[in-house]
């Protein structure tokens, strides 16, 4: 199992960027995913997760309506749209596969987004 | 929100020692929870799911338990490469929530 994040960046206030996780070594469209971000310093904080199809997702309230989770299975690929940034939402933004819906069973390397003027 | 709340937030131990970390459930969770090792500059490592399953890979010494809203993850026999942070975390609601980190250090 791999998963490639990419996107990443340093971007001003109010700005967007968009992730990128690429995936591979096990059936992507058979997998829930998520994306968890980890602030300098600071503990792991989930924030976004799909499901299989991108039927159903959910979204922490730290960044519902700025964020949007999608992916596209035939690119084995997960996205997140980050839109309206924050100083706040500076953070290694991390690409999670999850096991049934439950516990993260792997993960990628992370990608940094830095929301600074 | 379930709020999960661990404990110590660092633990002083010694190589060959047992380190013992807790983590507390604002409400029931179940079993539905893991626990994740993370060692400075890497992702996160799965290390336990269900409460008491070890993760593929994951060493003997390494090991879960559950009383209500209370688990705990023991280490037993600390090797060089098991002093990092963990983490533990709810998925039995959403949004999915997780502690704020035990430090094992020397």
């Known amino acids: 199992v791999d998963l490639l994040e990419s996107g990443g960046g340093l971007v001003q206030p109010g700005g967007s960027l968009r992730l990128s996780c690429a995936a591979s070594g096990f059936t992507f469209s058979s997998s829930a995913m998520s994306w968890v971000r980890q602030a300098p310093g600071k503990g792991l904080e989930w924030v976004s997760g799909?499901?299989?199809?991108?039927?159903?997702?959910y979204y922490a309230d730290s960044v519902k309506g700025r964020f949007t989770i999608s992916r596209d299975n035939s690119k084995s690929t997960l996205y997140l749209q980050l839109d309206s940034l924050r100083a706040e939402d500076t953070a290694v933004y991390f690409c999670?596969?999850?096991?049934?819906?439950?516990?993260?069973?792997?993960w990628g390397q992370g990608t940094l987004v830095t929301v600074s003027s | 929100e379930i709020v999960m709340t661990q404990s110590p937030a660092t633990l002083s131990v010694s190589l060959g020692e047992r380190a013992t970390l807790s983590c507390r459930a604002s409400q029931s969770v179940s079993t539905n929870l893991a626990w994740y090792q993370q060692r400075p500059g890497q992702a996160p490592r799965l290390v336990i799911y269900g409460a008491s399953t070890r993760a593929t890979g994951i060493p003997a010494r390494f090991s879960g338990s559950a009383s209500g809203t209370e688990f705990t993850l023991t280490i037993s026999g600390l090797q060089s490469e098991d002093f990092a942070v963990y983490y533990c975390?709810?998925?039995?609601?959403?949004?999915?929530?997780f502690g704020q980190g035990t430090k094992v250090e020397v």
């Open positions: 999670a596969k999850m096991y049934n819906w439950n516990e993260f069973d792997f």
């Open positions: 799909i499901s299989e199809r991108g039927g159903s997702t």
């Open positions: 975390q709810q998925y039995s609601n959403w949004p999915l929530t």
